[in-house]
């Protein structure tokens, strides 16, 4: 299918040219990935729409990415990412997962009901951190809330404060306030759990149905799952919006600067206690303490910060032993066929 963008409209910028050498400027095409599925990956480039086979020679791709092709279509190379989306896999799996790349703006999206929790958001923020992505969070379903100001005032907690849009996903007018961050070439990404209204918000941004919907489970407000893949969607404004299915385990791993960064007075009273490896359980001079007790610093926040470093810490160990362990694999598959090689004489 033919398609008609300037790479620019597709969200290139100088970080992706400066990559490439004359000859692969000149004679290779540039594909952004704006689907993935289990064997097949939907590309856009500036003349049209392709499908291209996953094989197992290639790295890990995911939506949002530049792909180098050949003349002929064929896969030549990845190139670097400045922004990207992972966690640890859902359940007991060791590996991480790609969600999205070269995302500018994250919108953490929970509505103003029982499904507000202000751990989730920090956790989120953290992933937004790591990533190096503007966080902006949103408070869907203002229509149902009467009293958003409880839900403000406890946003307001957050360090340092972030920005927060309030937001009826059924008006447009009210959607439009997302508008600033979706300007041409912008790309931008939604989070956040089942049921909090993120399929809502897109189908009003692109005046269209692009994602089914659901509504929630009364007793507990919590939602049904509606999207099931990722995938870029192009905004009247010219922007990229990428949806994703609702995550309700989101595992942290390698990103202990994330942390810091969701949680930075925690971070820079750490470096205040008398001991550096203090655990902030009592210990003397403990700084983390000393701003509790005085009321400058919630329980709950630190409470939050050390769960999720515990958490990232514990993952990246898991993630990095078993590295270690493909790598070993790897060398004794490599020993066993170079021994074969010179048993069978060549």
């Known amino acids: 299918m033919t398609s008609n963008y300037t790479l620019l409209q597709l969200g290139w910028q100088p970080y992706f040219q400066q990559q490439l050498s004359l000859d692969e400027w000149e004679d290779a095409i540039l594909a952004r990935v704006t689907g993935v599925e289990r064997s097949l990956l939907h590309l856009l480039t500036v003349d049209e729409t392709r499908k291209l086979p996953v094989t197992p020679s290639m790295p890990g791709i995911t ?4 792909l180098l ?65 503007e966080p902006v969070i949103v408070l869907s379903k203002l229509d149902c809330c009467d009293e958003p100001d409880t839900y403000l005032d406890k946003i307001r907690t957050l360090r340092p404060a972030p920005h927060v849009l ?13 508008l ?40 507990d407000a919590k939602g049904r799952h509606t999207t099931t893949s990722r995938s870029l969607h192009l ?37 205040q206690c008398k001991f550096s490896d203090c655990q902030h359980q009592g210990e003397p001079g403990c700084a983390v303490r000393a701003a509790i007790d005085n009321g400058t610093l919630d329980e709950r926040r630190l409470a939050s910060y ?4 515990r958490e990232q810490q514990f993952n990246t160990a898991s993630l990095a032993e078993r590295r270690a362990q493909d790598r070993e694999f790897g060398r004794y598959v490599r020993s066993v066929m170079d021994s074969k090689k010179k048993d069978d004489g060549y």
Not at 168 to 178: A, I, P, R
Request: net charge negative.
């Open 63 to 66: 939506v949002g990415d530049w």
């Open 69 to 133: 092709l050949d003349k002929d279509g064929h896969f030549l190379r990845l190139l670097d990412r400045y922004s990207l989306f992972s966690r640890k896999a859902a359940g007991k799996k060791v590996a991480s997962q790609l969600i999205a790349a070269n995302i500018d703006t994250v919108f953490i999206v929970t509505s103003l009901n029982q499904d507000f929790n202000l751990n989730r958001i920090e956790r989120y923020l953290t992933l937004a951190n790591e990533a190096g992505v």
């Open 166 to 178: 309030l937001i009826n996903s059924l008006e447009t007018e009210s959607v439009q306030q997302l």
């Open 180 to 219: 600033p961050w979706c300007g041409e070439g912008k790309s931008v990404a939604f989070l956040g759990s089942s049921g909090v209204g993120k399929s809502t918000i897109i189908n009003t941004l692109l005046d269209k149905p692009v994602q089914g919907t659901q509504s929630i489970r009364e007793d």
């Open 235 to 271: 905004l009247l404004h010219g922007g990229w919006l990428l949806d994703t299915p609702g995550m309700r385990e989101l595992q942290l791993a390698d990103c202990e600067h994330g942390v810091e960064e969701t949680f930075p007075e925690i971070t820079e009273l750490t470096k």
């Open 306 to 309: 050390q769960k999720l470093m």
